[in-house]
C-alpha cells in the first residue's frame, strides 16, 4: 500500500487511538468510572494493532533507507531504548518507593513485584515472555508486548540484513530464544510488512464498497470481543491441547490472526474511502503527528499510574469528571515526560552511530530514520 501523507496521517491516528485505547482499558479495570467509553473494552485487540503497524511501518521505512545493517539496528535500539529504559528505571523506582511507604498495597497489588536483577535484566533484554522463570516489569504488566516487538525487529533484521551460510541459523537460533508465544503471532507482525511490500495492494474499489469494508472490518473486531468469541476459543485450545498455556500472552491466536486480517482490509479499503474522509486526516495531519509523537510513552508509562490511583482513590468517590480529569492528566504527564524519552531519538541515535564507529561494527552510512 502506498504511504502517501493522508495514509501517514491515518496510521498516526490509528498508533495515538490504540495507545488511548490501552489506556482506557486499564483505567476501567482499575477502578476508573469510563466504562462506558465503547473502546475501553478492546485494549487487547489494540495490541494486534500495533503489531500490524509496526510490521508496516518497519519494512516501509527500512527499505526507504536503504541503510545498512548499522543503520537498522541504530534505528530500532534508539527507538526501544529512548522510552523503555526510563520505563523501567521509573517502575523500579516507584515500586521501591511503594514497597517502602505503603507496604500493605505492595503485598496485595498483582502487579507488584519485590526487586529483582533477573526481573531488570529480562526487561532490558525483553526476554519476559521467553523460555525461563516467569518474569515481568514490576507495576507494568503492558510491558509484555514490548517483548513481541523487538524480537520481530531482530528476526526481520536478520532476515533482511543477513547473508552467507549463517543467516538462517542465526534466525533459528534468535526464534528459539524468543520462544514459542511470541514466534506464533510473528506472522501477524509479517503480514504488515507484506501490506507495505507492494504498493499496488492499494485497491481501486468504489467509495461506497471501501466504507462498507473499512467500517465492517473494524465492527468485525468490536463483534469478536463483545461476544467473548476469543476467550470461548482459548478456554476451549487450553483444554484441549497440552501445554497450550506456555503461549502465554499469545494464547487468543486464532482469534488474533482473524484481528490481523481484519485491520489488513481496513487499511486496503482505505484508499478508496470517499475524498472528504482522506482529505480531513491529511489537512490534520499536524495533529496526528504530534499525538503519535508520544504514543510510545503513554503506552509504557500509563500502567503504574492507573494501578496507584486507582488504588488510593476510595471508589465511593470514582466519578465520571474526576475519571476524565485524570485520563487528562496521564496524557499531559506522558506528553511532558515524552521531551525525555522518545523526542530524544536524535541524541540517542548519534551516541548508538559513535558508539558502532569507535568498536568498528560494520561500516556506518547516513543518519537513518526512526519509526
Sequence with gaps: MKLTPSFSS??????FGAALTVLLGHMVQDGFALGWIPIAYLSHEAV??????????????????????????????????????????????????????????????PSWRPFSLADIGASLLFLNESWGPPTDLTLNGPYWSLCYEVWYYV????????????????F????????????????IWLFGAWL????ERQLKL????????????????????????????????????????????????VTDYAIALALGAHLV?????????????????????????????LYLFHRPLTTLAGEAIDKEHMSVPLSLGFLALVLVFCWLLSF????????????LRRLLTAIGWMPVRGSGAAR
Excluded at 511501518?57 to 545498512?68: D, E, F, N
Excluded at 533484521?157 to 542465526?170: K, M, N, V
Excluded at 482505505?270 to 509523537?293: C, D, H, I
Excluded at 525525555?340 to 551516541?351: G, S, Y
Design 155 to 170: 528476526l526481520f533484521g536478520i532476515a533482511y540484513f543477513g547473508r552467507g551460510r549463517w543467516r538462517w541459523p542465526l
Design 10 to 15: 491515518y496510521l498516526d491516528f490509528l498508533r
Design 196 to 199: 507495505a511490500a507492494s504498493p
Design 269 to 297: 479499503a482505505y484508499g478508496s474511502l470517499p475524498l472528504a474522509v482522506r482529505s480531513f486526516f491529511e489537512r490534520t495531519r499536524a495533529q496526528w503527528t504530534f499525538l503519535a509523537g508520544f504514543s510510545f510513552t
Design 48 to 109: 494486534i494493532v500495533f503489531f500490524v503497524m509496526s510490521g508496516y511501518i518497519v519494512y516501509a521505512s527500512t527499505v526507504a533507507r536503504q541503510g545498512s545493517a548499522a543503520d537498522y539496528f541504530i534505528a530500532r535500539a534508539s527507538r526501544i531504548y529512548s522510552v523503555a529504559l526510563p520505563a523501567v528505571v521509573f517502575c523500579v523506582v516507584l515500586s521501591l518507593g511503594l514497597a517502602w511507604i505503603w507496604p500493605a498495597l505492595a503485598a496485595i497489588e
Design 340 to 351: 525525555v524519552t522518545e523526542r530524544q531519538l536524535p541524541r540517542w541515535r548519534a551516541a
Design 172 to 187: 533459528a537460533i534468535a526464534a528459539a530464544i524468543a520462544g514459542p508465544a511470541i514466534i506464533v503471532l510473528f506472522p
Design 206 to 253: 468504489a467509495p461506497s464498497v471501501a466504507f462498507a469494508i473499512w467500517l465492517g472490518s473494524f465492527l468485525f473486531v468490536c463483534a469478536i470481543q463483545w461476544s467473548s468469541l476469543d476467550r470461548f476459543v482459548m478456554s476451549w485450545l487450553h483444554d484441549h491441547i497440552p501445554g497450550f498455556w506456555r503461549l502465554e500472552a499469545a494464547q487468543r491466536v
